[in-house]
């Protein structure tokens, strides 16, 4: 069954995913795609509606991002956003000039017409502008369908072409009824039945995996995390015993976790699942020894994981795939996606090796985002305990441990992690925080500790609130949590002497330390 789909044609613009997650909210399934995606491929995935996102480029310039003029000629409805709709502008004869003022954050926008972009919207709604240029002429054949005090379009469309142009951003949540205009453009104008739900994801993924994987061998990495833990548990529904999980103890886990994951997985666990759990600890602290560059780390961790997982395989016998739990923001934030900048390699996607000793790799969750996955585990009866994990990102401590890595760091950020969760649990804040985790900074500073001198490490408590993990704000723990986590860490953990919480939001940081 062909799955209706929105495509989101990429300008570089930073909110691009959020579009993306913003129509799936509407029931529609959608991807992101580059603008330099050739119109004969988009035609080709037969699209209901085409989505052109924002960009920090102004469209006049030579060489700015643009598209072929065909693409609002398929018949097919387009929405513009902010560079997008500017760009429909200028390709359609119509004007954009940099504006007197650049005009920023919440404001007022007056809907003027009955257009069906703003079917239900009030006449004055408060939308998130950010922009330099602006629309002073619409093409031929549009009309002005909102304006702001500082901004004559706003919006404008040409209805009878379907094509729809919004300076500013409906998918931002500042935009207080922009999720509204999503939905009248991709429900009511490009006329989707809305059938994207995440029953329907795991039924055609199994019938898929059946079709893709035949008789085949399967092999899974599992790292007990709540991605590749989904990924196995569809697997295994999909094809039984033919796939085997491998579970790598890298030595980069938090305490205690490798004895929770063959607890839920293993032969005394919940599942009937071939396990098998690779104790390499060794081997990668012997191959991360000295290494201080991230990049280089999470490289490094990446393909002894691989390496470790081929020589299973090699002892299973013939393995023909080898499943990885993938998800989709790791896809577009290792620049593999639509025309966003690489941030950083994830441990699966950017940091396999060129060399892969397998048929082909399988990534069932490769389009889903992280609470989509999530839908997914409700839907495949894993436990909730299990699918509200924390998340714990593949090179787990390696990047949770600032500079080279040595089996005394991680003691050092296990423990400390150890002790944070278990306060933060004890004061009932765990599933109102996003993601927390104690880290080691690897800076060394002087202290004094009953009488005596110290030099020892100074650890990080990070704790973010977040929806999609592709922007967060540091959360609001409670200071006398934060005191009492701090006076263990100093007591409890040795080598630590100073503790600091993380308030840096993101951007600019990001929600792990490299
Ligand atoms: P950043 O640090 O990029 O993290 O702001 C965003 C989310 O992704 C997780 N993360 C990873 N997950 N492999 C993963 O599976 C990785 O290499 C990786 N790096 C970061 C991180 O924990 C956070 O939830």
């Not at 035609?43 to 052109?52: A, D, R, V, Y």
Request: aromatic share 10%.
């Amino acid at each position: 069954m062909e799955q209706e789909k929105v495509i989101v044609i990429d300008f570089g613009g930073q909110y691009n995913q959020l579009v993306a997650r913003r129509v799936r909210e509407c029931n529609v399934y959608c991807e992101i795609y580059s603008y330099k995606t050739d119109l004969e491929q988009i035609k080709s995935m037969n699209p209901k509606g085409i989505i052109l996102t924002g960009g920090p480029n102004s469209c006049y310039e030579e060489g700015a991002p643009t598209y072929r003029k065909e693409l609002f000629e398929l018949g097919v409805p387009v929405l513009g956003l902010c560079y997008g709709a500017q760009l429909m502008m200028h390709v359609l004869g119509g004007k954009v000039e940099k504006a007197p003022v650049r005009e920023y954050g919440k404001t007022e926008v007056f809907v003027e017409n009955g257009s069906p972009l703003f079917t239900d919207v009030k006449s004055t709604t408060i939308c998130w502008m950010s922009h330099f240029d602006y629309i002073s002429r619409v093409a031929p054949g549009f009309s002005v369908i909102a304006h702001t005090a500082d901004c004559p379009v706003a919006a404008a469309e040409d209805r009878t072409k379907n094509l729809y142009a919004i300076q500013f951003h409906p998918e931002v949540l500042h935009t207080e009824e922009g999720t509204k205009m999503l939905y009248n453009f991709v429900r009511n104008i490009c006329g989707c039945a809305g059938t994207w739900r995440m029953d329907s994801f795991v039924e055609n993924s199994i019938i898929e995996i059946r079709k893709k994987i035949g008789n085949g061998r399967v092999l899974c990495g599992l790292s007990g995390g709540v991605d590749s833990s989904v990924a196995a548990v569809l697997l295994s529904k999909a094809i039984g015993n033919q796939l085997t999980c491998v579970f790598v103890d890298h030595g980069l886990l938090r305490k205690d976790e490798g004895d929770e994951v063959e607890a839920i997985f293993g032969p005394d666990g919940n599942y009937d699942l071939n396990f098998i759990r690779v104790n390499a600890q060794e081997r990668f602290y012997i191959k991360l020894a000295g290494e201080t560059e991230p990049e280089h780390k999470r490289k490094i961790i990446g393909e002894e994981f691989i390496r470790v997982f081929e020589e299973e395989a090699k002892k299973i016998g013939t393995v023909d795939f080898l499943v990885q739990g993938t998800i989709y923001p790791d896809v577009v934030e290792s620049g593999l996606g639509g025309e966003s900048v690489v941030i950083k390699s994830h441990h699966n996607v950017g940091g396999l090796p060129d060399y892969v000793d397998f048929k082909e790799i399988i990534e069932p969750l490769r389009n889903l985002f992280k609470d989509e996955v999530r839908k997914v585990g409700l839907e495949l009866g894993i436990p909730e305990k299990l699918v509200f994990r924390q998340p714990f990102p593949g090179p787990g401590l390696g990047v949770r441990i600032i500079g080279d890595i040595t089996a005394e760091k991680v003691r050092i950020v296990q423990e400390a992690d150890a002790i944070y969760r278990e306060e933060v649990e004890k004061a009932g804040l765990g599933r109102s925080i996003g993601q927390y985790f104690a880290a080691l900074t690897n800076m060394r500073s002087v202290g004094v500790m009953g009488d005596e001198r110290t030099y020892d490490y100074a650890v990080a408590l990070r704790a973010v609130n977040t929806i999609d993990f592709m922007t967060a704000e540091a959360a609001d723990i409670p200071f006398e949590v934060l005191q009492t986590v701090m006076s263990r860490i100093i007591n409890e953990v040795r080598g630590v002497n100073r503790v600091f919480y993380d308030l840096t939001s993101k951007p600019p940081g990001t929600i792990e330390f490299e």
